[in-house]
């Protein structure tokens, strides 16, 4: 056990990340139980702790006599220094075990900048960071989340992965592994790879061989073993009603990202927008019932003390019977002063409505996401909103009173041209301008905030070619030159850390080297600004030889073979060629939602159905 004194407490910032015994968290006797699983976030505790995912898993696991799950999230540089300088190693926030003592650490792998920070954690832990070298008294490295749609790069470091929703499976993986365990752990870890193997949804990278051909292109995978699975569907949820799910969240005592309750209304996005992997990946879309939502929600408030409920979704504004449930639960709670949050907002009225009855932080503003600047990038985005939709919404929420609205873009996107790009500044200025109409004032702040596109795997893009530094550059300093109202505020993202965000999201397993480079030159926490050094990475690609632009910058042929293609959410590769095509012709695909299946293929292959409570009652 590992004892934390006071006087490293007291030199670093927010101890608390690192004191665990927070309420709800689940404490057992460490003999007790037979699998020993530690929950991680590579990042630090504030963002760890406001992870839906794990908080779900936390209690899926806990809830099983046989398994102790707890938590470990990444020590942040002050701490990591405290420990590396007096030898401590990483440990569990429950018990306080040092990691190496887990049978699995299970990180979920959010996003690609998240890579280096995973290795350091396990050098942390006193784990080996190459899975081959792990020896049979290591955990087990599993990993899960949206990135498992594209893990090569990390492959050689994680034994196993999780790919898709895990509130089945992992269940399963521990059977797999307590079995092994009951019987004396025969032929050591390589057997109970083996055996994991065969829990559907659970990628086992040791088993699988890339091929290249003598151009270094990519050809595909070798498996070893005769019952190793060519390819691996995503795990999925149909009944999101009678799926275990969280009931009694940690609260923690300093503040996080998300410090409120999160009521999952629904999983599955199918408004279609191209440029947009989760849109892809949590397909279908499954809603839970209304009344299944008010005693979540009831459960939640009463064992934990919260006062405000965010309903989470990837577009929460979509589900079918939010009206009707905002006022239950409005009336549900109104004794309590329970406040409720909607993250996202669709760009209508109705959103505006909605926001105005939850009575949202006025101070904090609104928020949309038309995307692009001009009605024909909207229409290859398939993003499905017109000019109009957002000056009616900005409208409707300036004569409530709103006066600060946050709108985001893309820049890079496919087909764009530099009318597209100033268009941004330019609907920017209707917006404004439609203030000064609406309400005869001029005190309105729109921030426009600008990213650069990155590609993904599993997208009508993927075959794209990113933009180069240059290019972006150029087109952050076009919107630039185009604003001329004081009251439009202009953020763009750092393009160094989206080229590189792009090289990752698309490579294949030769790319562990440089991560391995990367970390070893210093990085970690490399999302956040203040951490993140791009010439750290450009000697990372010297080092092993690599050509970044291979992976980023080059548009892909139509027929190749792509690294990732084995780790699939079931979507048909022809659907999204179909979707590009489409996309360079701008013309718009349905949500499949209440019309017609267009076609992806998800539904079909996995067995699943889109659930919809307003559709079953119209
Ligand atoms: S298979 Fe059809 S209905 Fe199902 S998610 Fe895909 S497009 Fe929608």
């Known amino acids: 056990m590992v004892r934390i004194t006071s006087d490293i407490l007291q030199s670093v ?8 015994n927070e309420w709800n968290s689940v404490h057992k006797k460490w003999e007790d139980v037979s699998c020993h699983f530690a929950l991680s976030m590579p990042d630090v505790y504030e963002v760890g702790m406001s992870n839906l995912g794990l908080k779900i898993l936390y209690e899926i696991l ?12 990444a020590p942040w540089i002050d701490m990591e220094e405290e420990m590396r300088s007096r030898n401590i190693p990483l440990y569990s926030l429950e018990s306080f075990t040092e990691l190496n003592k887990f049978d699995f650490i299970g990180f979920s792998l959010q996003f690609e900048m ?3 920070t995973v290795l350091n954690m396990l050098d942390l832990s006193g784990i080996n960071v190459w899975a081959k070298d792990r020896g049979d008294d290591e955990p087990f490295i599993i990993g899960g989340g949206p990135c498992v749609y594209n893990v090569e790069p990390v492959a050689d470091f994680f034994d196993l992965f999780l790919i ?3 509130e089945e499976a992992l269940p399963e993986l521990v059977e797999v592994f307590c079995e092994w365990k009951k019987e004396g752990r025969p032929n050591g870890r390589g057997e109970f790879l083996k055996r994991a193997a065969r829990v559907r949804g659970i990628y086992v990278p040791s088993l699988y061989v890339p091929q290249y051909d003598e151009k270094g292109m990519y050809t595909g995978l070798q498996t070893i073993g005769e019952d190793t699975p060519p390819v691996i569907y995503k795990r999925i949820i149909q009944d999101m009603d009678s799926v275990a799910t969280m009931e009694r969240p940690i609260v923690p005592y300093i503040d996080i990202v998300h410090n409120r309750i999160m009521l999952e209304l629904f999983r599955g996005c199918s408004r279609g927008c191209r440029f947009c992997q989760a849109g892809v990946a949590y397909r279908p879309v499954r809603e839970r019932t209304e009344s299944r939502l008010r005693e979540l929600a009831r459960k939640m408030i009463d064992v934990t003390g919260y006062d405000e409920i965010s309903l989470t979704s990837l577009s929460s504004a979509d589900y079918s019977c939010l009206g009707g449930l905002v006022d239950n639960l409005m009336n549900d709670f109104s004794c309590e002063k329970v406040g409720f949050t909607l993250p996202s907002l669709r760009i209508d009225s109705f959103s505006i409505d909605l926001a105005d009855k939850m009575q949202q932080i006025r101070k904090s503003g609104l928020t949309f996401a038309p995307e692009a600047g001009t009605q024909r990038m909207r229409d290859v985005i398939n ?33 764009e041209t530099d009318e597209d790009v100033i268009g941004i500044a330019e609907l920017a200025q209707k917006v404004v301008n439609h203030y000064k109409e609406t309400t005869g004032r001029k005190d309105v702040k729109v921030t426009i905030s600008v990213s650069c596109f990155v590609p993904k795997a599993f997208t009508a893009f993927q075959w794209f070619g990113q933009n180069t530094l240059e290019e972006f550059s150029r087109k952050q300093m076009l919107i630039k030159e185009h604003i001329k109202d004081r009251s439009i505020h202009y953020n763009y993202h750092d393009a160094h850390v989206s080229l590189l965000e792009g090289v990752l999201a698309r490579g294949d397993r030769r790319l562990s080297g440089v991560i391995y480079s990367a970390w070893k030159n210093g990085s970690r926490f490399d999302g956040w600004t203040d951490q993140f050094d791009e010439s750290r990475w450009t ?11 291979q992976y980023n910058i080059r548009e892909r042929a139509f027929d190749e073979v792509f690294p990732w293609e084995h780790t699939t959410p079931g979507v048909s590769r022809a659907f999204l060629k179909h979707e590009y095509e489409k996309a360079v012709a701008e013309s718009l695909t349905k949500d499949c939602r209440r019309g017609d299946c267009t076609g992806c293929g998800i539904c079909q292959k996995l067995g699943v159905n889109i659930v919809d409570w307003g559709k079953e009652r119209a």
Do not use: S
């Open 62 to 73: 806990n809830n099983r006599e046989d398994t102790w799950a707890e938590r470990v999230y």
């Open 383 to 415: 993003k499905g909103v017109t000019e109009e939709d957002l000056l009616k919404a900005t409208g409707a929420a300036f004569k409530k009173g709103w006066k600060t609205v946050k709108l985001y873009f893309m820049i890079g996107l496919p087909t």
């Open 114 to 116: 998240c890579f280096t």
């Open 164 to 166: 898709g929703e895990a």
């Open 539 to 549: 000697r990372a690609f010297e080092e092993n030889n690599i050509d970044p632009a």
């Open 13 to 20: 910032v927010k101890p608390a990340r690192y004191t665990g």
